[in-house]
């Protein structure tokens, strides 16, 4: 018997539930490659978290693997922060499960005498980041897979200063879950010195609501321009809750909704994927917004950590703008605004990872504020607003994945917040004369026009990975000479953190004398490698698809 049918053989006895067991036997009966699929590995926690498939299995995110995975995390905190009342927070989106997951979570912790703050219903990924300062916890869990397709859940992991974990302490909780090999290892009930578990609502809402309002900079233009239309969809996330009361107490009376994407549902029935990024997620607000008449498009996905926008271009038509070119835009309108009422003082500073465009580091540029350039993930901006908490002060920070967030209130992208700068840049725009569209043209014509692609190669397998593992060092043996006839002036690997200065990674960046720039990464939980590539100049998307042949034909 393969080692696989063991462990699937071992879900039969009574440590686990009789749903579980039947469920189990029910693979092993007619379905074969299912069941090995869910048992031939166990569920990998990375350095952020789960995520994975639903259903039973080592393989899967069920209530096993759940509960295993939080407590090894329990052991990892108990054994290195010391103190009487040690706190967790909560939260979890609109997926399938997500609220079971949550109480399982919540309960493993309370059980180790951990004490948990968790959220009465569904909250964004950003509140949970902002809950954890404002309880003064150790650690938070937020159960979302973001924009993964509907069988999927996942259990992200964050740190006291409400950033998701990194090194060393990512590690060091991975090697503690991976401790913990038996269900039989988990604390599931509570029993003698279990912790308490509170329950967080309305209050916490408000005070986060507060807070990041009061990071808005324009208020009597958005109350003078309170007509301005907005469809906004959430994707039947959690983002529901909290946009809609955002854009009304900045002012503005016409928030349309798209009532068939309003439900929370973890099916996503309205939609292939439930990802900003994807242009078939936003038909409806599209087309709610043509009905009505609507000037702007904003769509987040499920865990309200992300945003997505379309605008009216020059002859009315709807346009997606893309991660780049939203946070380009936002970028602009801060740093303006915050010229214009003389809060751009010495000190401030701008954070984008190392795959997002130059443009915002060229519009920095020309403001006199420093950008720091990270690793992909917004963990890694997170871990820079923490270490510039004393000298320093964050005012934005993107990345091309449709990330933002402004301020420092919370230490992850923020779909909320982005959404409220979206609205007041389109209200300042518009004490110009200016549409969105004409303000990004307008940038364009101030900082050079640019155009970005992306290109994700899959390869599957272990041949897969072999080609993949090639590509990269032929890429470092050979590096190339020149991007569509300009000379490569600047060579980057992120494998020589001495010269870079950042957390090694597998990642490539090469820079012409044009401004052009192509970065080259292999996915560290999928079988692909994505290409990054930035143009500028008015030959741009000429140069893209020259790129895109150069590199991935």
């Not at 990642?507 to 970065?519: M, P, R, T, Y």
Request: glycine fraction near 10%; hydrophobic fraction near 35%; proline fraction near 4%.
């Amino acid at each position: 018997m393969s080692d696989y049918k063991t462990t699937a053989q071992s879900w039969l006895s009574e440590e686990f539930d009789e749903q579980t067991r039947k469920e189990v036997k029910a693979l092993m009966d007619s379905d074969p490659v299912a069941l090995e699929d869910a048992f031939y590995r166990n569920l990998e926690f990375g350095t952020g978290g789960l995520r994975g498939i639903m259903g039973v299995g080592t393989n899967r995110m069920n209530k096993y693997t759940v509960g295993m995975a939080t407590q090894g995390l329990a052991n990892y905190i108990l054994q290195n922060v010391k103190g009487e009342d040690i706190k967790v927070c909560i939260s979890f989106d609109s997926r399938n499960n997500s609220r079971e997951f949550a109480k399982i979570t919540a309960d493993v912790l309370s059980a180790n005498g951990l004490h948990v703050f968790l959220f009465d219903d569904i909250r964004p990924t950003p509140e949970l980041s902002y809950s954890i300062r404002l309880k003064g916890a150790t650690a938070g869990v937020m159960v979302t897979a973001s924009h993964n397709p509907k069988e999927y859940n996942g259990y992200k992991v964050f740190w006291s200063d409400g950033g998701q974990i990194t090194s060393p302490v990512d590690k060091d909780i991975v090697a503690e879950v991976a401790k913990i090999t038996s269900p039989s290892q988990v604390k599931f009930a509570a029993g003698a010195g279990a912790g308490k578990i509170e329950m967080m609502g309305a209050a916490e809402d408000e005070c986060y609501l507060r807070d990041i309002l009061s990071l808005t900079l324009s208020p009597e233009i958005c109350r003078k321009h309170s007509g301005f239309k907005f469809v906004y969809t959430p994707l039947h996330g959690c983002g529901v809750r909290l946009v809609p009361e955002t854009l009304k107490r900045l002012g503005f009376e016409n928030v349309i909704h798209v009532p068939e994407q309003d439900v929370s549902d973890g099916n996503f029935p309205t939609v292939m994927s439930p990802n900003p990024e994807e242009p078939s997620a936003l038909k409806m607000a599209i087309e709610k917004a043509d009905q009505t008449g609507a000037d702007i498009v904003i769509a987040t996905d499920p865990d309200a950590d992300r945003m997505g926008i379309a605008v009216r271009d020059d002859e009315g038509k709807m346009v997606l703008f893309n991660g780049n070119q939203t946070a380009s835009l936002m970028t602009y309108y801060i740093l303006n605004r915050r010229k214009e009422l003389g809060t751009l003082g010495p000190g401030k500073y701008v954070v984008k990872t190392i795959v997002t465009t130059e443009l915002i580091r060229e519009i920095c540029e020309g403001f006199g504020i420093p950008v720091y350039n990270v690793l992909t993930g917004f963990k890694y901006i997170a871990e820079i607003v923490k270490r510039h908490e004393k000298d320093g002060e964050f005012v934005c920070g993107g990345e091309e994945s449709y990330g933002f967030n402004v301020g420092q209130f919370v230490r992850d992208k923020d779909a909320q917040i982005a959404s409220a700068m979206v609205a007041e840049a389109a209200a300042w725009a518009a004490e110009q004369g200016l549409t969105l569209y004409q303000l990004m043209q307008k940038i364009y014509k101030e900082y050079g026009y640019r155009k970005e692609g992306l290109v994700s190669v899959v390869r599957k397998g272990k041949s897969g990975a072999e080609e993949i593992a090639a590509i990269m060092a032929g890429l470092r043996a050979d590096p190339p000479k020149e991007l569509c006839g300009s000379p490569v002036t600047k060579v980057i690997d992120y494998l020589e953190p001495e010269k870079t200065g950042q957390p090694k990674s597998n990642v490539l960046q090469f820079f012409d004398e044009a401004g052009d720039v192509v970065s080259v990464r292999p996915s560290g939980t999928e079988p692909k490698i994505k290409f990054y590539f930035g143009a500028k100049g008015a030959d741009a998307d000429e140069k893209i698809a020259a790129l895109k042949a150069q590199f991935c034909s």
